[in-house]
């Protein structure tokens, strides 16, 4: 079963840091293009950060500067650095990715939990 795993959410106060990994596991060759997604209460879904499998990377505006997505093609995670974080942060992350297995899958996984205290 392919799938992807999110870890590192948690609670902190604003101006702290996390940083979000995502796991892709099962037979899964390799990673393509990946992002992070967040979900505010009442908010629809919104792209937080891509990153292409080339390692091109894209931001939405207002994270811009304070987030940084990387990827560890060997080990078959990606990463969100957060910094600077502020209560608007608030929101549940989720990590897509599409992987290349026997077939392509689009993936999500199961989201983790954000919560930046004032």
């Known amino acids: 079963q392919v799938q992807l795993v999110e870890s590192g959410g948690g609670l902190v106060q604003a101006g702290g840091s996390l940083r979000l990994s995502c796991a892709a596991s099962?037979?899964?060759?390799?990673?393509?293009?990946a992002g992070w997604y967040r979900q505010a209460p009442g908010k629809q879904r919104e792209l937080v950060a891509g990153?292409?499998?080339?390692?091109?990377?894209n931001y939405a505006d207002v994270v811009k500067g304070r987030f940084t997505i990387s990827r560890d093609n060997a080990k078959k995670l990606v990463y969100l650095q957060m910094n600077s974080l502020q209560p608007e942060d608030t929101a549940v992350y989720y990590c897509?990715?599409?992987?290349?297995?026997?077939?392509?899958?689009?993936?999500w996984g199961q989201g983790t939990q954000v919560t930046v205290s004032s």
């Open positions: 897509n990715a599409e992987v290349q297995s026997f077939r392509v899958y689009d993936l």
């Open positions: 099962g037979n899964i060759f390799r990673i393509n293009r």
């Open positions: 990153i292409t499998s080339g390692g091109r990377t």
